[in-house]
């Protein structure tokens, strides 16, 4: 499933998009075996990025998924709303008996990551099979 303004509740992206920004931010859902993958793409930014992710890790939690990976190889940048995004869902997950980790992050990601000790806390890995083994 792919998360967009219609699974949004019609919130619609913004006109017009400063230099630089790259494309829109977007969420795709797929399974591997038991683990729901969910693959980022964009920056993780407040505002329509972090809305559609909040809302992924939203409806999947309440759905009963307890098994989630955020495939970060698209991810060049956080900020602190995505960073507030991760945190939100590994604890809710957590609180459900589940677990959240994350997949191929990217240098600028893991450096943000590891300033605030998050990995410390949030499982990551390079390779998926490891990943889903994992859980």
Partial sequence: MEYNESSLGGKSPPAEREPGEGMA???KERR???VVVLELAG???MGDATDKLDAAL???????ERALLLDCAGVPSLDSQG???IVWGVTSVEKRGGKLKLLRVTPRVR????MTRLLTVIE?????A??????
């Fill in 25 to 27: 931010f977007a969420v």
């Fill in 32 to 34: 591997s075996g038991p």
């Fill in 83 to 85: 960073i507030k995004s």
């Fill in 58 to 64: 939203r409806q999947l939690i309440d759905g009963g």
């Fill in 124 to 128: 990551t890995f390079d390779d998926e």
């Fill in 111 to 114: 450096e943000v990551l590891d």
């Fill in 43 to 45: 920056r993780l930014t």
């Fill in 130 to 135: 490891g990943a889903v083994a994992s859980f």
